[in-house]
């Protein structure tokens, strides 16, 4: 079974970065498009990047710009590199499988930016 641990998250200002990371206990990202979720308190889970096994990148229109996602297939790791943040980028990251996500969902990680 495939498990996802995130990692790199914290507290930053307004205009900050942070970068993600999410270490898999397979070789998954060569054979699956990758992504990164975020929730937020009271919303619903959104898939904000992803990637496909052969790199082609996509990202919602709130972090376009501002996020790239990338991965080691040697590490079995994906990252998501997030710049110029936002008090409304606030939320719990995780990773899985670009819709569906297939596999059991990490602890996430808690990126909070303030103002």
């Known amino acids: 079974q495939v498990q996802l641990v995130e990692s790199g998250g914290g507290s930053v200002q307004s205009g900050g970065s942070l970068r993600l990371s999410c270490d898999s206990s397979?070789?998954?990202?060569?054979?699956?498009?990758m992504g990164w979720y975020r929730q937020a308190p009271g919303k619903q889970r959104e898939l904000v990047a992803s990637?496909?096994?052969?790199?082609?990148?996509k990202y919602v229109d709130s972090v376009k710009g501002r996020f790239t996602i990338s991965r080691d297939n040697v590490k079995n790791t994906v990252y998501l590199q997030m710049n110029s943040l936002k008090p409304e980028d606030t939320a719990v990251y995780s990773c899985n499988s670009a819709e569906p996500a297939r596999f059991p969902w990490g602890q996430g990680t808690q990126v909070t930016v303030s103002s």
């Open positions: 397979r070789s998954i990202f060569s054979i699956f498009g």
């Open positions: 990637q496909t096994p052969r790199g082609v990148s």
